[in-house]
């Protein structure tokens, strides 16, 4: 059972304009085409069963039309989970919010950089506050992305801060709480009430033991992801594999941690 608890894609007609905008900004390269078949074919491949897909609205306006674009996705599909997106200027977010609940959906994405606030600022604590109490996942994009110059508007120091101020709020720091921020995570979200992903973290930084690191957090709080269409699934996958933990522990990595998060029943494609 494997769970890729954070992927990407856009609809058909805008996926080739979307990928090579973001891999020239970002100056990464994409392994398959950004399309919801891509994604699906992909983790086909990786031996992946299901994929959280995490939308990003960039401008108030796109809110509402992502949204409704990934409710038909999970209405067809059963082997996709998608996020809702709340941009933070966004002036109707409570009711979009409201709706996200009503229509099923787990959690919401934001990206503090693409949106551009601090995920400490104030003034987005009504708006957790709103996603907390529908009980939904609250994952925020951690640490820099290429596409950005600093500062960087979610970093662990700053999380930390969120973790505190909201204590029974279930949130997920993508790329193990901070990409290229990982001192940083060490010192601020180890073993802190916080799901871990761990999109861009294998192979990205020179760590020893990782097995320690993730036992040191704690197993459980600890979610597969791979950040596609930025990295190769199946690679993925095999980095996981090849880690030095139980076959209880790579279960719970794999998929279990995510499936109890997540209060589903995983279907396999």
């Given at each position: 059972?494997?769970?890729?608890?954070?992927?990407?894609?856009?609809?058909?007609?805008?996926?080739?304009?979307?990928?090579?905008?973001?891999?020239?900004?970002?100056?990464?390269?994409?392994?398959?085409?950004?399309?919801?078949?891509?994604?699906?074919?992909?983790?086909?491949?990786?031996?992946?069963?299901?994929?959280?897909?995490?939308?990003?609205?960039?401008?108030?306006?796109?809110?509402?039309?992502?949204?409704?674009?990934?409710?038909?996705?999970?209405?067809?599909?059963?082997?996709?989970?998608?996020?809702g997106t709340i941009h933070p200027e966004f002036e109707e977010w409570q009711q979009e919010i409201?709706?996200?609940?009503?229509?099923?959906?787990?959690?919401?994405?934001?990206?503090?950089?693409?949106?551009?606030?601090?995920?400490?600022?104030?003034?987005?604590?009504?708006?957790?506050?709103?996603?907390?109490?529908?009980?939904?996942?609250?994952?925020?994009?951690?640490?820099?992305?290429?596409?950005?110059?600093?500062?960087?508007?979610?970093?662990?120091?700053?999380?930390?801060?969120?973790?505190?101020?909201?204590?029974?709020?279930?949130?997920?720091?993508?790329?193990?709480?901070?990409?290229?921020?990982?001192?940083?995570?060490?010192?601020?979200?180890?073993?802190?009430?916080?799901?871990?992903?761990?999109?861009?973290?294998?192979?990205?930084?020179?760590?020893?033991?990782?097995?320690?690191?993730?036992?040191?957090?704690?197993?459980?709080?600890?979610?597969?992801?791979?950040?596609?269409?930025?990295?190769?699934?199946?690679?993925?996958?095999?980095?996981?594999?090849?880690?030095?933990?139980?076959?209880?522990?790579?279960?719970?990595?794999?998929?279990?941690?995510?499936?109890?998060?997540?209060?589903?029943?995983?279907?396999?494609?």
């Open positions: 059972m494997i769970i890729d608890f954070h992927t990407h894609c856009f609809p058909d007609d805008l996926a080739p304009k979307a990928m090579s905008k973001l891999s020239q900004n970002s100056g990464m390269p994409y392994y398959h085409d950004g399309t919801l078949s891509g994604l699906r074919e992909s983790a086909k491949k990786a031996g992946i069963d299901m994929c959280v897909v995490l939308p990003i609205a960039t401008k108030p306006q796109q809110t509402r039309a992502i949204n409704r674009w990934t409710l038909s996705i999970i209405k067809e599909y059963k082997d996709i989970i998608c996020f409201e709706w996200l609940k009503m229509q099923g959906f787990k959690g919401i994405k934001f990206h503090p950089d693409y949106q551009d606030f601090f995920v400490d600022d104030r003034k987005m604590y009504p708006i957790y506050d709103a996603i907390v109490q529908n009980n939904m996942i609250i994952l925020f994009h951690s640490g820099v992305d290429p596409a950005f110059k600093p500062p960087y508007h979610c970093t662990p120091k700053r999380l930390k801060r969120v973790l505190k101020d909201f204590p029974s709020a279930k949130i997920i720091a993508a790329h193990m709480g901070g990409y290229r921020f990982f001192d940083e995570t060490r010192e601020y979200l180890l073993g802190e009430n916080v799901y871990l992903d761990t999109s861009f973290f294998f192979g990205e930084i020179e760590i020893e033991n990782v097995e320690e690191v993730f036992r040191k957090h704690g197993i459980e709080k600890i979610l597969f992801a791979t950040d596609s269409p930025w990295k190769d699934q199946k690679k993925e996958v095999e980095y996981v594999k090849k880690l030095k933990l139980s076959s209880d522990e790579i279960e719970m990595i794999f998929g279990k941690n995510a499936q109890e998060l997540l209060k589903i029943e995983v279907h396999h494609m």
